[in-house]
């Protein structure tokens, strides 16, 4: 998944730091990013990717997570404290496709930290 020792990005982290710099993405959708990757042959193989790889982006600052409660606007989002990242990202619910226009939705946003990563891995300086 990622190489920590010199901190170099996997072509998955930087599609998921590009997705979360061009705006808030959902959990879900990191679901349906890595579904394709090679050893995944199911749904919960594909969770446990993505969970495995937003750990590690959020431990190198590189992402942040958000809720929001209610209608999809930017301005009901809310910073999940980072206290309570590792029982978000524990539940179920927080993965699952949305159905309908609210609802408590856990979503993701590249910090400035992640794009100056992004940009070094991609050689766009």
Known sequence: MTDNENGTMTPVEKNLVWLGYEDYTGLWQIVLEVQDEEGINSLAEAQRFAKQTVESLLSRGWIELYFTDGPWTNETITAVPPEKRAQVLAADDSWATPVG?????????????GFSAYQEATGWL
Do not use: V
């Open 101 to 113: 226009g609210g609802g408590k939705l856990i979503w993701f946003g590249t910090t400035d930290e």
